[in-house]
């Protein structure tokens, strides 16, 4: 029997609309409002309604029949295409097809004519062409999907279930919905779970939320919204702190990380890039136009009477061919190959190389907070002691400390307790800021005599706070690798270690105040507290930190420099501000005081709850803590604000948080509407309706009673930020702006980022391993550094990509008209055909290609992050300026400029244009063995005037001819790229010489093409049909230079 890949409750269908939902993108679990009585009859398992940590959970024949039920505990894997699949659908692109068409029509005209072998070449390398960029594109694709790899560290590999009565280690697959299971700290949730006891349970569920701050876990629910209970411990969840038992609710695809991975799934249609809509466009204008032209030749060359196979071959096919710029598939691919390069020097992955131009179309990026505009490291912002608040980053002096440490250190070495290499300090000498009292008096009060004893009662108020923050904090370092790395604590703690020891040695702080009793942080009292002993001293050391309103009810006095001293209106007014204006930022605020207790022996028995009474703290000040923006991010928007593009922030995390980090780094500039509220004392609401309100912080709470007007309102704001958004709300913000005809990026790394991921236009997940699988198959790009800066470089590189894209096409399509002109004259007025199909086939392929690649490395014109973005309904790779730079300006002066370099040809011969009007009608100038094909007297002579020219001289003559204008297109064609090497700025100013691969293309053509023309071999008629040019060939080219410099400076001095 197949088994399902999710399972569900055994009472019936009593959640079946709930997992129905869950399928469809929505969580809407009861079980968190049920009472633990209610809960265990609809599960049907041994919950212990009087104390749960005594449950029995289910029995193993219970468990073993759901299994086998409702199958295994494990997600169902994304829907993949097969490596020979995807390789196929490279094949179907419409350029690919297009050229496919060309290489058999090439194939039918040699079979129609065998003499003329050119044919059979070109649609060979026309297959050639299609293969090899089918390949590369598959090439660059499995790589970035091979480079990603498969991180899988969101499911644990075991977990611990009450079974038979009994606690076992099973399997995380074989966990059923009944299922009781005792989380420790480090466990990682396994399913998702309904808490039935805690004991200072601690949750992180960054993986779900993108936020790294635990969550306290409780037994009855905080809301009825499942996100906000707290009851529920999601699968993915870290313990971080306690233990506690759950009841398994919900697995596989069915618990909250499965919905979400099923709603990112979404159909698994890959749409169509910007990027592939503008080839498919530019396919349909070409196909029609080189169908046209094609059809148009052949009904000309059969109106005047000329053959039906001459007609065909020369008038359609070769038409049709030529004006199909067979290079350019390669040239773009070569482009999203190398700047996909670039990119990933730049820490920037590309997984879909077409996705690339989307990010310079980009209007909107819509980015997640923590870890990719902040550093996602908690770290100290500000001090309050003594009455004062400082900053810590307000600059500083240094202060020596080397005496003054050495002798301590020397002192606990003796004693075998303390080494350099266990000192976690990095530096003897240290910078700190002004109003940091820690001073080199302060640390020689330290000391009492030669002992290492340290006198608590001549610590400053900062060396007092900073000895409090280290010593009572569950962070720890390690050294790993030759690095130190904090591994063991929450982020608070961590970022408290980290300024502290910045200071001094906070191990020498803990070993001279070694820890004897301590009563860990709860979600009941909000504070947390260790008992320590000082060497020297009667009395010992109660350190407290926590909640700074619950540690200042406690305490009747404050520290000051001059000694403690009672607790009166004026501090506490002091310390309410600087609270309020800590809180007021986003920034986590917490408290510190300690306390004398006389010393003990011992502290076994001792009631933690009851230790406390009547115990009266000396409150020393409050640190606060922020996640701090990560370097270079407010410059990048600044320079996106630049550009025309909106960055909305999009996080879990509370909204003063949100709205705190989001002025720090620049996304809000202007009073919001909830600020605009309060000094008017009206509704948020009438504000951000106002189209004067262009600033909103906007919770998922309030969006979900959002009407699609609201949303239109919204969304067009200058500045917004979204704060406790759900995976949903997230969807449905990337969604209206869609409708509005946003071009949307979207980043992210947590589970609930990928359906937002998907549904934009481009999905960018982060790089690091705490990153989930999930955002990054979501995800067409993924930056390995985790850095806001890296977007703004990769929108810079995705302009630029539209910009060359664009400029390689206007280079490679002004060679089509002079392509043309030649047909036109053979078949319409009988002269003969200056470029046969090698050439035609040797320019797009060969001596194009070089050229045009170079474009690819062309610097970005200066003007390039200030313009607006693209607008996808308007600004396209073929313009109008584009066709009639390249088919007028350009293309039809050449073939003008091509033309008098053959005329010429035929003058230096005593052979006038008049001569050279329906010459080939009659067979001249044909050669062997074409010219007996039209004429039964060949060898045809060609008599004009007194002078006579048998067939060989007169195909001699051809051959220098078609040289000249084979050579002359080539030459305008540098000139011409030269031109086009800028679109806004003049060439002169982005400087001539600057793209070096573009001097190599034009040296690499000149040389193909010197060998076309030069090499015996190749001067055969049936190949390339050439012959030595004339001097005077190579001289009408810079006429075209004159004329197409003057032209395209005028255009961009205009434009």
Same mark, same amino acid.
């Given at each position: ?5 999710t399972?569900?409750?055994p009472s ?6 709930a997992r ?6 929505t969580y809407a ?21 009087v ?20 199958g ?8 993949q ?7 196929a ?18 194939h039918?005209?040699f ?5 003329q072998r050119e ?16 390949? &590369?594109?598959?090439?660059?694709e499995?790589? *970035? =999907? !091979? $480079? #990603?790899?498969? @991180?899988k560290?969101?499911?644990?590999? +075991? ?11 099973v ?12 989380l420790?700290?480090?466990?990682r949730?396994?399913a ?25 876990a ?6 009825d919204?499942?996100l ?52 498919n466009?530019?396919?349909? &204008? ?6 046209? *032209? =094609? !059809? $148009? #030749?052949?009904? @000309? ?5 000329? +053959? ?27 482009c ?21 131009e ?26 309050f ?20 440490l ?12 303390y ?22 008096? *302060?640390?020689?009060? #330290? ?43 929450d ?7 980290r ?6 040695p ?5 070993q001279s ?13 909000k ?20 909640a ?5 009810d ?7 420099e ?9 501090y ?22 300690f ?17 406390l ?14 996640d701090p ?13 630049a550009?025309g ?18 002025r720090?780094?620049?996304i ?9 509220a ?55 913000f990337?969604?209206?702006?869609r409708?509005?005809?946003e ?12 359906p ?28 390995l ?19 060359n ?8 399509l ?37 050229p045009?690649?170079s ?6 014109e ?15 790779l ?19 400029i ?51 020219y048998?067939a ?6 051809y ?29 002169f100013?982005q ?36 012959a ?19 032209v ?8």
């Open positions: 029997m197949t088994k399902k890949a399972q569900k409750t019936s269908m009593e959640s079946g609309s129905a939902g869950a399928r469809v993108g679990p009861r079980e968190h409002t049920m009472a633990l009585g209610d809960l265990k009859l609809t599960l049907g398992t041994g919950i212990d309604i104390d749960a940590a005594q449950s029995t959970g289910l029995t193993s024949a219970d468990a073993a029949k759901r299994l086998a039920d409702y295994p505990n494990v997600l169902a894997p994304p829907r295409r097969p490596w020979y699949v995807q390789l659908l490279n094949f179907t692109d419409k350029f690919m097809m297009l050229l496919t068409a060309a290489g058999i029509l090439c039918v005209a079979a129609l004519d065998t003499a044919n059979l070449y070109f649609g060979l390398a026309l297959y050639v062409i299609v293969i090899l960029t089918c390949l &590369i594109t598959f090439y660059q499995r790589s *970035s =999907a !091979s $480079t #990603l790899g498969a @991180i560290k969101l499911m644990p590999t +075991s977990c611990n279930v009450v079974r038979d009565r009994m606690e076992q280690r399997d995380p697959k074989d966990v059923v919905v009944g299922d009781i299971l005792h420790y700290l480090g466990d949730v396994p998702d779970l309904r808490i039935i006891h805690t004991k200072d349970l601690k949750l992180e569920n960054s993986s779900l939320t993108g936020e790294s701050k635990p969550v306290a409780v037994v009855n629910a905080a809301s919204n499942p906000e209970a707290r009851n529920i411990a999601f699968s993915s969840s870290l313990v971080m702190q306690g233990s506690g038992f759950g009841v398994v609710i919900r697995t596989a695809n069915d618990t909250m990380i499965g919905t979400i991975a099923t709603l990112a799934a979404g159909s698994g249609v890959v749409e169509e890039s910007l990027l592939q809509k503008e080839i466009r530019f396919v349909n &204008i070409i196909a029609m136009f080189a169908l046209a *032209s =094609a !059809s $148009t #030749l052949f009904v @000309i060359g059969m109106a005047r009477g000329v +053959s039906f196979l001459t007609c065909f071959v020369n008038g359609f096919i070769i038409v049709l061919v030529a004006n199909i710029p067979e290079g350019l598939a390669a040239t773009v691919t070569s999203l190959a190398v700047v996909a390069k670039r990119m990933s020097a730049k820490n920037v992955l590309v997984k879909r190389i077409d996705i690339i989307s990010l310079g179309a980009c209007s909107v990026i819509a980015s997640d907070k923590t870890g990719t505009l902040t550093q996602n490291i908690m770290t100290v912002e500000n001090l002691y003594g009455g004062q608040i400082f900053n810590v980053h307000a600059g500083g002096t240094s202060v020596i400390l080397d005496s003054i050495e002798r301590a250190t020397a002192t606990m070495a003796k004693q075998g307790s080494t350099a290499r266990r000192r976690t300090s990095q530096e003897l000498s240290r910078s700190v800021s002004p109003g940091q009292t820690f001073t080199i008096s *302060s640390f020689k009060s #330290l000391l009492s005599g030669s002992s290492s004893a340290l006198n608590w009662e001549l610590f400053s108020c900062h060396a007092k706070l900073l000895t409090i923050a280290g010593v009572n904090n569950q962070a720890a370092y390690e050294e790993k690798d030759g690095e130190r790395q904090i591994v063991r604590g982020a608070t703690d961590a970022g408290l270690l300024y502290s020891d910045a200071v001094y906070v191990l020498l702080a803990r105040f070694p820890t004897k009793f301590e009563i860990p942080f709860n979600s009941t009292n504070y947390a507290v260790v008992v320590v002993s000082c060497a020297g001293a009667r009395d010992h050391l109660v350190f407290m930190k926590g700074p309103e619950r540690v200042i406690r305490c009747d006095k404050y520290a000051h001059r000694g403690e001293r009672p607790m009166n209106d004026m506490t007014e002091m310390f309410e501000d600087s609270y309020h204006r800590f809180g007021v930022c986003g920034e986590r605020v917490i408290g510190f005081a306390a004398r207790v006389p010393a003990r022996g011992s502290y076994d028995g001792v009631d933690p709850d009851t230790f009474n009547g115990v009266k703290f000396t409150f020393v000040g409050l640190i606060s803590l922020v923006p990560r370097p270079g991010v407010a410059e990048a928007i600044t320079n996106c604000r550009a593009i909106k960055v909305a922030m999009v996080t879990g995390d509370h909204p003063l948080t949100a709205e705190a980090i989001a720090k780094i620049g809000i500039t202007q009073p919001t509407s909830h600020e605009l309060e000094l008017t004392g009206t509704d948020p609401t009438k504000h951000w309706r106002a189209p004067e309100c262009a600033a909103v912080v906007v919770t998922g709470a309030e969006a979900e009673n959002f009407t699609t007007s609201d949303w239109d309102i919204i969304v067009r704001k200058k500045e917004i930020v979204f704060a406790r958004t759900s995976p949903q709300m997230k969807l449905k990337v969604e209206n702006l409708r509005l005809g071009i949307v990026a979207v980043t992210g790394d947590g589970v609930n980022d990928s937002a991921l998907k549904a934009a236009h481009i999905g960018i997940a982060m790089g690091s391993p705490s990153s989930s699988d999930v955002a990054r198959e979501a995800a067409d790009i993924v930056l550094d985790d850095n806001f800066a890296s977007i703004e470089a990769a929108v810079e590189e995705g302009r630029s990509v539209f910009d894209l664009s400029k390689s096409i206007m280079y490679t002004a060679h089509l008209t002079p392509q043309l002109v030649p047909v036109f004259f053979n078949l319409a007025l009988g002269m003969p055909l200056a470029m046969n199909g090698l050439m035609i086939l040797s320019i797009d392929l060969l001596t194009e290609q070089g045009a690649i474009l690819v490395y062309e610097k970005p200066s003007d390039i992050m200030r313009r607006a973005p693209r607008n996808p309904k308007t600004d396209h073929i313009t109008k300026r584009t066709l009639f730079y390249s088919y007028v300006l350009a293309g039809l002066t050449s073939s003008l091509c033309f008098m370099a053959y005329a010429l040809v035929f003058k230096h011969h005593g052979i006038s244009l008049k001569n050279l009007l329906f010459s080939t009608d009659d067979g001249y100038f044909l050669g062997p063995p074409y010219a007996d094909a039209v004429n039964d007297e060949y060898p045809p002579v060609l008599t004009i005037g007194a002078r006579t048998d060989v001289e007169q195909y001699a003559i051959r220098q001819a078609s040289t000249a204008w084979y050579l002359t297109l080539i030459l305008n064609q540098f000139w011409n790229l030269f031109c086009v090497r800028t679109s806004r700025t003049s060439i100013r400087g001539f010489f600057s793209n070096e691969v573009a001097i190599y293309g034009v040296v690499t053509s000149l040389t193909i093409m010197m060998v076309a023309i030069y090499i015996p071999e190749l001067q055969a008629p049936d190949l390339f049909a050439s030595s040019p004339l001097g005077q060939s190579w001289l009408p080219t810079f006429v075209f230079a004159v004329w197409i410099f003057a395209s400076e005028y255009m961009k001095l205009r434009f």
